[in-house]
Nanobody, 128 residues
Framework: QVQLVESGGGLVQAGGSLRLSCEAS????????MGWFRQAPGKEREFVAA????????SYADSVKGRFSISRDNAKNTLYLQMNSLKPEDTAVYYC?????????????????????WGQGTQVTVSS
């Protein structure tokens, strides 16, 4: 069974930074595309960022481009999301997810339905 454990969420002031981590077990981490999604109260889960198995390719939602950075350490089976210049609208529960072996296109990677394993989520709250 694949298990994903997120950490690093919390309360931060606008303009601050957080780094989220997601440690994976139960599968070959290095063979899978990985993604970050978020869900705010009353809204649908939305794509944040994705990274290919090797780390060669990345993709970001327009709302976070230039502020967030996704990375991975395959030796540690860990995915990261560095979040800088945080805004109140970034407030949400953030989820780590396992995608496909192949990278595919942006339209595929931004779709929650192609991710079949999810972490429990970690709350990020940005105060104004």
């Amino acid at each position: 069974q694949v298990q994903l454990v997120e950490s690093g969420g919390g309360l931060v002031q606008a303009g601050g930074s957080l780094r989220l981590s997601c440690e994976a077990s139960g599968h070959t981490f290095s063979s899978s595309t990985m993604g970050w999604f978020r869900q705010a109260p009353g809204k649908e889960r939305e794509f944040v960022a994705a990274i290919s198995a090797s780390g060669a390719y990345t993709s970001y939602a327009d709302s976070v481009k230039g502020r967030f950075s996704i990375s991975r350490d395959n030796a540690k089976n860990t995915l990261y999301l560095q979040m800088n210049s945080l805004k109140p609208e970034d407030t949400a529960v953030y989820y780590c997810a396992v995608g496909t072996r192949a990278w595919g296109g942006v339209a595929v990677q931004r779709t929650p339905g192609v991710y079949h394993y999810w972490g429990q989520g970690t709350q990020v709250t940005v105060s104004s």
